[in-house]
């Protein structure tokens, strides 16, 4: 179970950045999210054709949270996450 991974939140909203940063470096990504995020940010502009822009909107989404969550300055296009036709 995920929350097992993450401190004792059971809810992705319970996860305190502790458990966030633990759960990543459980899984083995870099202690510094600040470039992956500015790096997805950078390619996320070949993501906007209707076949793959419900991944581009996920992948927003995701990163404009953890950017929140971890109190990171890293700019994220606005989405507007409408289905693509």
Known sequence: MLY???GAARTFG??????????????GAPPEFRP???????????????GVKPFHDLLGRERE????????QVKVEPRDYYPAE
């Not at 319970?14 to 899984?27: A, N, Q, S, Y």
């Not at 500015?38 to 993501?47: D, M, N, V």
């Not at 949270?65 to 990171?72: I, M, S, T, V, W």
């Open 4 to 6: 097992d991974n993450a």
């Open 14 to 27: 319970d996860i305190r950045v502790d458990d966030l940063l633990g759960f990543f470096e459980t899984m």
């Open 36 to 50: 992956m995020l500015e790096a997805l940010e950078a390619a996320s502009p070949r993501l906007r054709s209707p």
């Open 65 to 72: 949270e953890l950017a929140d969550r971890l109190d990171l």
